[in-house]
C-alpha cells in the first residue's frame, strides 16, 4: 500500500451480545462479564461490545483493532478512556 492509501481514520461501533458466561480454561478465566481491558473487569454481566476499528479514507479497507465487553450504562468518561488507549496503541505500532 502506497501512503496515502494506508491514510484511516477511527471508528468505534456498539453491538448487542447474549449475556453468557464461558469458561477460558488456558486464562483460568469466566468470560462474560464486563471487562474495559486498561480500566479492568467489573462484576456486572457484559450486554454490548464496543468494537473500534480502523477505516481507510482513500481507499477501501476496514480492520478491527479493538473491542471491549460493556454495559448501556458506559460512561462517557470511560469510553474517552478506551478511545485513548486505542489511539495510543495504533499510533506507537510500527509501520511495515
Excluded: C, H
Excluded at 8 to 37: A, N, P
Excluded at 68 to 84: I, M, Q
Amino acid at each position: 500500500m502506497n501512503t496515502a492509501e494506508t491514510e484511516s481514520v477511527l471508528i468505534m461501533d456498539e453491538v448487542s451480545l447474549k449475556r453468557r458466561y464461558t469458561y477460558d480454561i488456558q486464562s483460568d478465566t469466566v468470560l462474560g462479564y464486563v471487562d474495559l481491558g486498561p480500566e479492568g473487569r467489573q462484576p456486572k454481566p457484559a450486554s454490548d461490545a464496543m468494537v473500534f476499528m480502523l477505516q481507510g479514507i482513500y481507499s477501501k479497507w476496514k480492520i478491527p483493532v479493538a473491542f471491549y465487553l460493556t454495559r448501556k450504562d458506559l460512561s462517557g468518561k470511560e469510553l474517552e478512556k478506551l478511545t485513548r488507549a486505542v489511539l495510543e496503541a495504533v499510533v506507537s505500532t510500527p509501520q511495515v
